[in-house]
T-cell receptor
């Protein structure tokens, strides 16, 4: 499975959009991009996944570049409850790295 | 509510005890997984079951023994554990093993070995 690179941490303001980047330059043609998040002391929560088209659901939007080497998770209106570690994963064998620690501030 | 329920949420046991962790999924999925998450480490896959058959064992010590009696239930039987086995144990399920549909996780059992 392809490896991913994410920033270690980021802050965002409550009510603003949070844009979380992920690089996956070694992704292969049939590998999906998955996003999960983990709030302290809970299990990982599935957010969204996609192959090549942009995807949107009630939680977030996923923007995948045309060459599929990177993607961005967008939380449209961040709330304090969105504070968590966000994981970008490529391929069906979920390999969780360190993720991005997102802190939403009031 | 993810549709995956794990019990107990917390467990403290001595190294000579025998206990079991339970996972139940209400999603109609055919695959179930056990993961281990130690402090400040990424999740580690332990076992994968597909239609009640074990399809992957990720070099897990024999003191951990999984059981999948049907596609909705998964157990992890524990015996003679070591202090380094203290961790969060997570169960997940998906429509099929290693397919493109996402896995859904329970909230885990926090295990402490005395």
């Amino acid at each position: 499975d392809a490896k991913t690179t994410q920033p270690t941490s980021m802050d965002c303001a409550e009510g603003r959009a949070a844009n979380l980047p992920c690089n996956h330059s070694t992704i292969s043609g049939n590998e999906y991009v998955y996003w999960y998040r983990q709030i302290h002391s809970q299990g990982p929560q599935y957010i969204i996944h996609g192959l090549k088209n942009n995807e949107t659901n009630e939680m977030a939007s996923l923007i995948i570049t045309e060459d599929r080497k990177s993607s961005t998770l967008i939380l449209p209106h961040a709330t304090l409850r969105d504070t968590a570690v966000y994981y970008c994963i490529v391929g069906y064998k979920l390999s969780f790295g360190a993720g991005t620690t997102v802190t939403v501030r009031a | 509510e993810t549709g995956v329920t794990q019990t107990p949420r917390h467990l403290v046991m001595g190294m000579t005890n025998k206990k079991s962790l339970k996972c139940e999924q209400h999603l109609g999925h055919n695959a179930m997984y056990w993961y281990k998450q130690s402090a400040k480490k990424p999740l580690e896959l332990m076992f994968v079951y597909s239609l009640e058959e074990r399809v992957e064992n990720n070099s897990v010590p024999s003191r951990f023994s999984p059981e999948c009696p049907n596609s909705s239930h998964l157990f992890l039987h524990l015996h003679t554990l070591q202090p380094e086995d203290s961790a969060l144990y997570l169960c997940a399920s998906s429509q099929q093993s290693w397919g493109n549909q996402p896995q859904h996780f329970g909230d885990g059992t926090r295990l402490s070995i005395l």
